[in-house]
């Protein structure tokens, strides 16, 4: 991954999204990278992001606008479960995750068609900041519990094809597509 174009498109999906109100938080191996490297990790490929659904539901057509005016394809806008995430691409080798988090009791889902990822809720609830790259950035709070549900206790060690762990996803994308056609109405 180019560091510079990703630099730039991150910050230029930064602003798209703030100029329409809405928050978004650095996740996975961007996260990661701004906390252990503070910079893009060497072998990462991609840029995440996560956004609450219930900001990215109701606002993912002005997302979508907003990424193509700036010069951007929008390859993927959703998935099996309607519009859960974005792909936003830059280039052959350069794109960008925007994942949505529903809230379901006191736990932030991340859908997925046979496995989800699970959060507990006040990761998101408060959000901490990070400087990454000479721009503050939202990142869930505390970040080391983020990382360390996300990478497993040694994530400060840097390792090669990195998983996650695995969670089953049981009666949650039913309940996802109930929330998302609430937040519809």
């Given at each position: 991954m180019d560091k510079e174009k990703a630099k730039k498109m991150l910050f230029d999906v930064a602003d798209i999204i703030e100029d329409i109100g809405l928050m978004f938080f650095l996740s996975d191996g961007t996260c990661l990278g701004a906390h252990r490297?503070?910079?893009f990790i060497d072998t990462d490929t991609d840029i995440d992001i996560k956004m609450l659904a219930e900001d990215f539901v109701p606002n993912c057509k002005r997302l979508i606008n907003g990424f193509s005016k700036a010069g951007y394809k929008v390859?993927?806008?959703g998935d099996a479960l309607r519009f859960t995430n974005i792909l936003v691409v830059?280039?052959?080798l350069l794109h960008l995750d925007l994942l949505s988090l529903f809230l379901i009791d006191d736990k932030r889902w991340l859908p997925g068609?046979?496995?989800s990822l699970v959060y507990p809720a006040r990761l998101f609830d408060?959000?901490?900041q990070i400087d990454f790259l000479g721009r503050r950035f939202y990142v869930p709070t505390p970040v080391e519990e983020y990382l360390e549900l996300t990478y497993g206790a040694d994530y400060m060690t840097p390792k090669v094809g990195l998983s996650?762990?695995?969670q089953t996803i049981g009666y949650v994308n039913k309940r996802i597509i109930s929330i998302m056609e609430e937040m519809k109405e």
């Open positions: 490297e503070h910079d390859n993927r806008a830059g280039d052959k068609k046979k496995k408060t959000p901490g996650y762990p695995e």
